[in-house]
């Protein structure tokens, strides 16, 4: 049924009558693309999330924080966005999180069939290429998540692989991704670059590090509305992972 | 025809030499006595494999295995499989064969864990093993699987050991063997059978080695030559090799075994 106005056209659909458009002269008049239905559905979200990782000689560590953030609403205040996936390997994502959820899954599966065909366990650096292979081979409609990969590799030095969201990575010592990536990884650079004159302590020792990282959280949670709530800490050691739970400001 | 007599009335023969039969070309060809020989014969490969013992108590599952070596060059070859964190096998027969369905266990049971989040039942995956075993009994290319395997595991139902045929039958078991010269080590465990419920872990396993020792060519158990495994609620599968066997050898060693077995170690 076609009503036709002056200079505007309202046609009602075919298959959805509940459905209909108004549209003017100029745009495409062809039917099948007026009948084409407005899709307001949106396939990503972004739950938030900040990663944050650090390597050094015989430790390496994530810190995440723990609020899943739906825009200006809160699901909840307490998501692990980090997991371990073989004794000597962490992985954390920021991002959507049923993304998130799924792309650990497959990890933490592939990695288990390596173990099993390999008897021997996973370098991080083979982890960090098949996460990559993983993320590429959906190329044309992504996992929303921005990873960050790190663990001992054997000779017990710590090692930090951080990845975007169609897995290009690089292998480095300190990296921030997530929402608060803008705020942090300057911060990071000025620290463990040693460009920032101010800085005389060594941060990578454990202690300075975490209380490095405590700050820092701290600090951007008061910047940034997605950024709050409680801060985790995964530390993989030749002992094994410890995990450190932080409260941050619940607002 | 072959030197070998042909027998049209057969007795089952399988503790005999096995004669040629007329109706064993094929696996999908009835003998008029109503047995399919392919697959009988594939039963004869399992007991041509060493030993194996799969014993369960109340919380606890065991699997023992007697390795072979090819020759005193060559290592031993393995026998008992971890296929998930909770369950494992145990096999007897052609390794080829038994790699090839640990491999398809191995995937299935990641599959479960990744849809479900949840450990795969140990029941579901022996049915579908069964399934698999049959399915080639049926068909006229290829042939049936030739290993049997001693499937121990643990889930929300507690210990299990099962059995799997290569003709595609599964039974559940309190305490199994087979393998070649089983039938010694069967007898040791029809008569100790009923102590294993509420045995301890470290008397389950001395019973295990002990059954394996009967069946054994010479008696001879060391930590090279075995392998035994452990599951239960609070362990996940555990295989225990070389080194880290001795403990339990020498365990078998020290004590004899008594009638009343719940005890623990004297020492």
Sequence with gaps: MKKHFKNK?????????????????????????????????????????????????????????????????????????????????ILASAGMYSDIFFLQNLIQIGIKKFKNENLEKCLVSSCAFYLSYILYCKRFFPYYSFNLLAGLE??????????????SFEKTSFCCVGNGQSQV????????????????????????????????????????????????????????IFIENHFLKLD | ??????????????????????????????????????VEYAMEAVKQGSACVGVKSKNYAVLAALKRSHNDMSSYQKKVFKVDEHMGIA???????????????????????????????VQRLVVDIADKCQTTTQGASGRPYGVGMLIAGHDQTGPHIFYNCPSGNYYEYKAMTIGARSQAAKTYLERHYETFEGAELNALIKHALTALKESSQNGDINSVNCSISVVGPDKAFTIYDGE??????????????????????QE
């Design chain 2, 1 to 38: 025809r072959t030197a070998g007599a042909s027998r049209q009335g057969g007795r089952s023969g399988t503790d005999l030499a096995m004669f040629r039969n007329q109706y064993d070309t094929d696996v999908t060809t009835w003998s008029p006595q109503g047995r399919l020989h392919q």
């Design chain 1, 154 to 167: 054997k000779n017990r030095e710590g090692s930090c692989f951080c990845f975007d969201a169609i897995g």
């Design chain 1, 9 to 89: 056209i309202m046609i009602r659909s075919y298959w959805k009558n509940f459905f209909w458009k108004e549209i003017s002269d100029l745009n495409s008049l062809k039917e099948e693309n007026l009948l084409k239905k407005n899709s307001d559905f949106n396939f990503y979200q972004n739950n938030g999330g900040t990663v944050l990782g650090i390597s050094s000689k015989n430790f390496s560590l994530i810190a995440s924080d723990t609020r899943f953030s739906l825009g200006m609403t809160l699901p909840t205040r307490s998501t692990t966005r980090i997991i371990k996936i073989c004794s000597n390997i």
């Design chain 1, 185 to 240: 990884q300057p911060i990071l650079d000025g620290i463990f670059q040693k460009k920032s004159l101010l800085e005389k302590k060594d941060f990578r020792t454990m202690l300075n590090a975490k209380s490095c990282i405590k700050e820092i959280f701290l600090k951007i949670a008061k910047r940034n509305i997605s950024i709050g709530d409680g801060l985790q800490i995964f530390i993989v050691t030749k002992k094994g």
């Design chain 2, 91 to 121: 096999i007897s027969g052609l390794t080829a064969d038994a790699r090839s369905l640990c491999k398809y266990m191995r995937t299935e049971c990641l599959e479960h864990q990744y849809v479900y989040e949840s450990p795969m039942p």
């Design chain 2, 244 to 265: 880290a066997l001795q403990p339990y050898i020498d365990m078998m060693d020290k004590n004899e075994i008594s009638e009343g077995d719940g005890a623990a170690m």
